[in-house]
């Protein structure tokens, strides 16, 4: 089958991989334009552009499709049966999305119609969500609305972290992609329309939501530090006894709900109320409390949190912020 994908970050790549395994004709690979990142700030093309150069694949990297109808020549003149999106961060206009044979099919990372839009692997987790999976979809000129062709899921337990789901989800939606396209020939299978009940809407995020928020519970705020690493990051900020004082920012990467000590009740939420075994104990709103296992001071790595005290402790009165008068952490 003639195939042109469309993807960007690496979460696209087993799709791509799996494909050119499977034997399909890529004509054509679309991804977002070479970026500056990093501390460098050096020019770096996404991950889905790098695979497809170590495959041969021609790459292609508008700025953007809509009101271009130069791009929508270029499309059209692949002749593919069909373009395969995953994760492509680019609006498709319907002259797009109508040119292939056989259409335009999405490998979105959730139980549609639940967490449309752009971060549904870590709304997921912030939610409480026991589950999540991923949805084949016959894509149309709404967000994440089209009718499905196939969905799978995978359990979320307590300790599933943005990364572990994300890699899972990434090598389901390859598996997926190949069973759905491998006896196709003339025809898309049936599709089946979204429910119109149980839509929610996942929004892009900001390095701001990584602050943690000690007043809520221990619980809430260890679905936010699974969620949001390694992006945008989870992090408090602690005001040091120097003169004059200082705000650094810590990164949490991980910390664990823990009982709250009898005797600790009515703790102003973001105090270290206990340094046993070295792993600072903070008490979080509604009586509860968490265990901070690993954190990272600005310059450093991340670190377990006994190396960690070793170089910056942390005494119990300890109280940690959640101020945002200075920039957040950089990745």
């Not at 791009?71 to 395969?84: H, P, R, S």
């Not at 075994?277 to 001071?297: E, F, M, S, W």
Request: charged share 15%; hydrophobic share 40%; proline share 11%.
């Amino acid at each position: 089958m003639r195939i042109i994908f469309m993807g960007t970050p690496d979460f696209s790549v087993p799709t791509l991989h799996a494909l050119h395994i499977a034997g399909h004709d890529i004509v054509a690979v679309y991804s977002q334009p070479p970026r500056r990142s990093g501390r460098g700030k050096n020019i770096h093309a996404s991950p889905v552009q790098q695979a497809a150069e170590r495959l041969g694949l021609p790459v292609f990297h508008p700025v953007s499709l809509r009101k271009a109808p130069e791009e929508w020549e270029k499309f059209a003149a692949l002749n593919a049966d069909i373009a395969i999106v995953v994760a492509y961060g680019l609006l498709l206009p319907e002259v797009i999305l109508n040119t292939p044979r056989l259409g335009c099919v999405n490998v979105h990372a959730s139980l549609l119609p639940r967490w449309r839009g752009a971060s549904p692997i870590q709304s997921a987790i912030l939610a409480g969500d026991t589950q999540s999976g991923i949805t084949l979809m016959r894509m149309d000129a709404g967000l994440d609305t089209g009718p499905t062709l196939l969905q799978e899921s995978v359990p979320i337990t307590p300790k599933t972290t943005a990364n572990q789901l994300h890699d899972r989800l990434s090598t389901l939606g390859a598996e997926m992609m190949v069973r759905l396209l491998q006896n196709i020939t003339h025809a898309l299978p049936p599709a089946c329309p979204q429910p119109e009940t149980g839509v929610t809407y996942a929004h892009r995020l900001t390095r701001e939501e990584g602050c943690i928020p000690w007043s809520d519970d221990a619980e809430a705020i260890d679905r936010r530090i699974r969620a949001l690493t390694p992006w945008p990051s989870t992090f408090t900020t602690l005001t040091t006894s120097t003169h004059p004082p200082r705000t650094l920012f810590l990164k949490i990467g991980e910390a664990e709900p823990a009982p709250l000590p009898v005797n600790q009740t009515n703790i102003m939420p973001g105090t270290i109320i206990d340094n046993a075994n070295n792993v600072p104990l903070v008490a979080c709103g509604h009586q509860t409390a968490l265990k901070l296992l690993r954190i990272q001071r600005p310059g450093k790595e991340m670190m377990d949190a006994p190396t960690f005290l070793r170089g910056l402790p942390l005494p119990i009165g300890t109280i940690l912020g959640t101020s945002l008068e200075a920039s957040p952490p950089s990745p």
